[in-house]
């Protein structure tokens, strides 16, 4: 090899490693360590399953009410979907809240999210077990409720 080639190649190498390196620094500690709703959505979707989002605030008697009515109600939905409690105030689940916009929403709140993530229905403040399993759609009216949403 001529002594030029080698000298394309290894800058390439250098290049291409820099490019590495800097990607990972920009994409930061988030990419390495999902928060625990966004691991939820991802497995939800992968299992082809809703997940029920409990937003909440502050540790009130009406969170902790909605919290029981929202872990017995998940409780019997097991085969179709999953759930998870995120505190609407943790630093580590910012991209949550700001993905659904609920840093200002009434608390308790319940987001239902289809598999291929359109929301499909909210429940604010109060709820009760009929009304969460009413927010499951049909998949053509997910896929409407994603493109419109989106």
Do not use: H
């Amino acid at each position: 090899m001529s002594k030029k080639r080698v000298m394309k190649m290894t800058q390439f190498t250098i290049l291409s490693s820099l490019a590495v390196v800097l990607a990972m620094c920009l994409a930061g500690p988030a990419a390495q360590a999902a928060s625990p709703g966004t691991a939820a959505l991802e497995n939800a979707a992968k299992e082809n399953k809703y997940l029920f989002i409990f937003f909440w605030k502050e540790d009130t008697q009406q969170s902790r009410v909605m919290r029981s009515v929202f872990q017995t109600a998940l409780a019997k939905l097991t085969d179709t979907a999953q759930s998870v409690e995120i505190q609407a105030g943790d630093p580590a689940e910012q991209q949550i809240v700001t993905r659904y916009g609920v840093s200002r929403a009434p608390m308790p709140l319940v987001l239902a999210i289809a598999p291929n993530g359109a929301v499909t229905k909210g429940f604010p403040t109060r709820f009760d077990e009929n009304q969460l399993q009413q927010a499951f759609v049909s998949p053509c009216t997910a896929k409407c409720m994603r493109a419109i949403q989106d």
